[in-house]
Structures are given as structure tokens and as C-alpha cells.
């Protein structure tokens, strides 16, 4: 049984350190902690790392995936690595960043609706369903009448930053948490307060 593990982000330097990539960047510390390094997919316009998650002995076999194409067209590389790797919805994580959620606040859960982001927004259209788990990563709303749609694609303010590299890898735990743990058993974990900062 394989697991495939997406976190959403644009592609590219210039977004590398938003609020928008915290997926991007929570599945790059799995993939450090696979001991590899994502590489471009043959296949699917993503990249990919094929490899063993967890300890020898109780590890499962994963693939880790950054999709290549802009958020809202994340839908595309995620049904073709689907596709390529033989892996259902049951099988599916997906890490993301969420407005609606405390800065610092981790959220697991499976299936729900979209929630206005244009990633999971893509996924479900081209999957024709929202059933899968996600791990969802707060970045908060912006304060006053400040646009979400540019404040998700700032970086996090200096006295942020520190918070939002412990949150990112509370996220990549929490993915981790589900493969071996279960979803009950993760939310009791991540879906407390756990504000940081």
C-alpha cells in the first residue's frame, strides 16, 4: 500500500517563503527526514520522492509530491501522480494552508468542503471529490480590511517566522501521525489548541 502526500505551494523562488506554500514546505521536511531530495516526475508536473516513511521495521512505503503547476491548477499533477502510483483517496493526504484556522494551529481531518482554497478547490474538481485526509496548516486571517488573496502569497512577518517553522513541522508530523496513527488518534494530537507563539 502506498501513500501519497501533496503539499500545496506555487512553484518558484518568489514564493518559496509565503504563507501560501506551508504545505510546499511541510512535506520538504519529510522528505529530509526519507533522507532525499524531491526530484521532477517523469510523469506528472511535480516533484516526486519515492521512499520508506517511518522507522525500519514499521516503515510503509510513500511518495511525497510538491505539484509544479500554480495552486489553482494543483488538481492536475495530484490525479496523474494518483494515477501513476496507484493510490485512492483513502491514501491521499494533503497538507495546505488555511485562513480560517489560528496562526500556529494544526487541524487533520478527512473530506469536508473546500473552504474558498483554490488548490483543494482544483483537486476536488478534477478528482470529482473532496474525500481525502488533509492536514491543515493556520496562518490566520489578515487584520482589518486587508486582502486574503495577497496575504496569503506575503511571507510571514519577522517575529513569525520561528512559530511558523515549529508549525510546519507539527504539520509534516501530523501527515505522518495519520499514515501510522489513524485520523482519531491524530486529531486528538494536533486538533487541540496548539496555538504557537
Given at each position: 500500500m502506498t501513500w501519497l502526500?501533496?503539499?500545496?505551494?506555487?512553484?518558484?523562488?518568489?514564493?518559496?517563503?509565503?504563507?501560501?506554500?506551508?504545505?510546499?514546505?511541510?512535506?520538504?521536511?519529510?522528505?529530509?527526514?526519507?533522507?532525499?531530495?524531491?526530484?521532477?516526475?517523469?510523469?506528472?508536473?511535480?516533484?516526486?520522492?519515492?521512499?520508506?516513511?517511518?522507522?525500519?521495521?514499521?516503515?510503509?512505503?510513500?511518495?511525497?509530491?510538491?505539484?509544479?503547476?500554480?495552486?489553482?491548477?494543483?488538481?492536475?499533477?495530484?490525479?496523474?501522480?494518483?494515477?501513476?502510483?496507484?493510490?485512492?483517496?483513502?491514501?491521499?493526504?494533503?497538507?495546505?494552508?488555511?485562513?480560517?484556522?489560528?496562526?500556529?494551529?494544526?487541524?487533520?481531518?478527512?473530506?469536508?468542503?473546500?473552504?474558498?482554497?483554490?488548490?483543494?478547490?482544483?483537486?476536488?474538481?478534477?478528482?470529482?471529490?473532496?474525500?481525502?485526509?488533509?492536514?491543515?496548516?493556520?496562518?490566520?486571517?489578515?487584520?482589518?480590511?486587508?486582502?486574503?488573496?495577497?496575504?496569503?502569497?506575503?511571507?510571514?512577518?519577522?517575529?513569525?517566522?520561528?512559530?511558523?517553522?515549529?508549525?510546519?513541522?507539527?504539520?509534516?508530523?501530523?501527515?505522518?501521525?495519520?499514515?501510522?496513527?489513524?485520523?482519531?488518534?491524530?486529531?486528538?494530537?494536533?486538533?487541540?489548541?496548539?496555538?504557537?507563539?
Open positions: 502526500i501533496v503539499g500545496l505551494g506555487n512553484p518558484g523562488p518568489d514564493y518559496a517563503a509565503t504563507r501560501h506554500n506551508v504545505g510546499y514546505q511541510a512535506v520538504a521536511d519529510l522528505a529530509t527526514r526519507m533522507g532525499g531530495r524531491l526530484a521532477k516526475h517523469k510523469r506528472a508536473n511535480a516533484l516526486v520522492l519515492e521512499g520508506r516513511l517511518g522507522s525500519p521495521g514499521t516503515s510503509v512505503t510513500a511518495v511525497l509530491a510538491q505539484p509544479l503547476s500554480f495552486m489553482n491548477e494543483s488538481g492536475g499533477p495530484v490525479k496523474a501522480l494518483m494515477q501513476f502510483y496507484d493510490v485512492t483517496e483513502e491514501n491521499l493526504i494533503v497538507l495546505h494552508d488555511e485562513l480560517d484556522i489560528s496562526f500556529g494551529s494544526i487541524r487533520a481531518k478527512f473530506g469536508g468542503g473546500d473552504n474558498g482554497h483554490n488548490g483543494l478547490k482544483s483537486i476536488r474538481k478534477v478528482l470529482g471529490t473532496g474525500e481525502y485526509f488533509r492536514v491543515r496548516l493556520g496562518i490566520g486571517r489578515p487584520m482589518g480590511a486587508a486582502d486574503p488573496a495577497e496575504f496569503v502569497l506575503k511571507p510571514f512577518v519577522a517575529a513569525q517566522r520561528a512559530d511558523a517553522e515549529v508549525m510546519v513541522a507539527r504539520g509534516a508530523d501530523a501527515a505522518q501521525s495519520l499514515v501510522f496513527d489513524g485520523l482519531e488518534r491524530t486529531q486528538n494530537i494536533y486538533n487541540g489548541d496548539g496555538e504557537v507563539g
